[in-house]
Structures are given as structure tokens and as C-alpha cells.
T-cell receptor, first 114, second 113 residues
Framework: DVKVTQSSRYLVKRTGEKVFLECVQDMDHENMFWYRQDPGLGLRLIYFSYDVKMKEKGDIPEGYSVSREKKERFSLILESASTNQTSMYLC?????????????FGPGTRLTVT | AQTVTQSQPEMSVQEAETVTLSCTYDTSESDYYLFWYKQPPSRQMILVIRQEAYKQQNATENRFSVNFQKAAKSFSLKISDSQLGDAAMYFCAYQEYGNKLVFGAGTILRVKS
């Protein structure tokens, strides 16, 4: 059974803090993704990675960075958190593309920046 | 850029009845994939059903089926014999081969007992 875990379900941070969101998958998936989910906007891709130490910008990368030092772990970093980054953050993983590939999602981290 | 539109922010259905969730998308491509994902309250998002654009036959998974109209760029999800466990946010998503998923805004489905 594929499992994607995220380090926290709920997180409260102050404006200006550096925030780390961790994601771990246990199925040896090559691809990993970070999304943010906001009401009325669906899921928007922040960053993704096709391999270790590799990263690609998604649709809304501003204010975020990522790190993938190991295949199973993909971290999202908010260098200086702002209130407009209050959101639900979802991590996902999938096999390397051979056709349409199913993405497996983590439970999400609800981040509040005050 | 490709876009996915779910025009129904919320839907309600009586238990055991049938409900259809709408999705339209915009693309100039001929080969692509379409998905419906389900996000139950406080639980992880899971794949419900997938459709390859080159297949004319509509995908079916137990009580879930799709109506794929390629010319109209429409991809609706039909849930038959609705159950309380079907209550969730449903997302329609589009993908070109090897590319990222593009999600719609989602539809909240409420199931009444």
C-alpha cells in the first residue's frame, strides 16, 4: 500500500519565520510534487521533482523553495512566511511517467501564518 | 494554458440516488488524460477514475462512471447508488503525456440520509 506522509497536520507560524514542510513516500516513486489547496482555486502546483536533487518550478513557485536530497523525501521551504501563504499544502508522489500516472497524496498540512 | 472548469461548487444527493458532477476543460491537444480525484473530509485524496482521450469507451469503476465527450471537451462523473461515504470534495484533473496535472476548483458533494 502506497503511503505518503507529511510531517505535520496543522502548523501555526509567525510572519517572517522560516518554515519547513516535510514529505516522505515509501514506494520508491521517482516523482514528487508540492501543491497548495485554496477554496475556489483547487490545487495549484508549487514545485515538483523528477529525481534526487532535481527540481522544477510549478505554477506558483514565488516565495517557496524545495529540497530533494533523498529519493523518498521532498521538502517545501517557506523562506520568510507571509500571511498570504496561509493554506493547505499537499504533497504527492508518482511513478516515473510511462503513461498517465496516478498521483498518491499525503494527508496535507494546514498552515496558518499570523 | 490548459484549464479545467467545475461549474458546480456544491451538489447534494439523496442516499441511494444518482448524481452527476460536471467538468469541462480547454485544450488544443488530441492526446491527454482525465481524472476524477476524491478528497473525503480530513482524509487523503484518492483517485476515483481515469480516462484516456484516445479511448472512445467511457471508463467505469463499480458505481462510478464517466461521460467523456471529446468534441465538447466535457468529462462528467456519475455516481450511482450514492452512499454516505461518497461525501467528499471531488476534483477533475487534466494531464498531457508526461506533464503535470491541472486541477479544477472542486465540487463538494453532500449525501443526505
Amino acid at each position: 500500500d502506497v503511503k505518503v506522509t507529511q510531517s505535520s497536520r496543522y502548523l501555526v507560524k509567525r510572519t517572517g519565520e522560516k518554515v519547513f514542510l516535510e514529505c516522505v513516500q515509501d514506494m520508491d516513486h521517482e516523482n514528487m510534487f508540492w501543491y497548495r489547496q485554496d477554496p475556489g482555486l483547487g490545487l495549484r502546483l508549487i514545485y515538483f521533482s523528477y529525481d534526487v536533487k532535481m527540481k522544477e518550478k510549478g505554477d506558483i513557485p514565488e516565495g517557496y523553495s524545495v529540497s530533494r536530497e533523498k529519493k523518498e523525501r521532498f521538502s517545501l521551504i517557506l523562506e520568510s512566511a507571509s500571511t498570504n501563504q496561509t493554506s493547505m499544502y499537499l504533497c504527492a508522489s508518482s511513478l516515473k511517467q510511462v503513461a498517465a500516472y496516478e498521483q498518491y497524496f499525503g494527508p496535507g498540512t494546514r498552515l496558518t501564518v499570523t | 494554458a490548459q484549464t479545467v472548469t467545475q461549474s458546480q461548487p456544491e451538489m447534494s444527493v439523496q442516499e441511494a440516488e444518482t448524481v452527476t458532477l460536471s467538468c469541462t476543460y480547454d485544450t488544443s491537444e488530441s492526446d491527454y488524460y482525465l481524472f476524477w480525484y476524491k478528497q473525503p473530509p480530513s482524509r487523503q485524496m484518492i483517485l476515483v477514475i481515469r480516462q484516456e482521450a484516445y479511448k472512445q469507451q467511457n471508463a467505469t469503476e463499480n458505481r462510478f462512471s464517466v461521460n467523456f465527450q471529446k468534441a465538447a471537451k466535457s468529462f462528467s462523473l456519475k455516481i450511482s447508488d450514492s452512499q454516505l461515504g461518497d461525501a467528499a470534495m471531488y476534483f477533475c484533473a487534466y494531464q498531457e503525456y508526461g506533464n503535470k496535472l491541472v486541477f479544477g476548483a472542486g465540487t463538494i458533494l453532500r449525501v443526505k440520509s
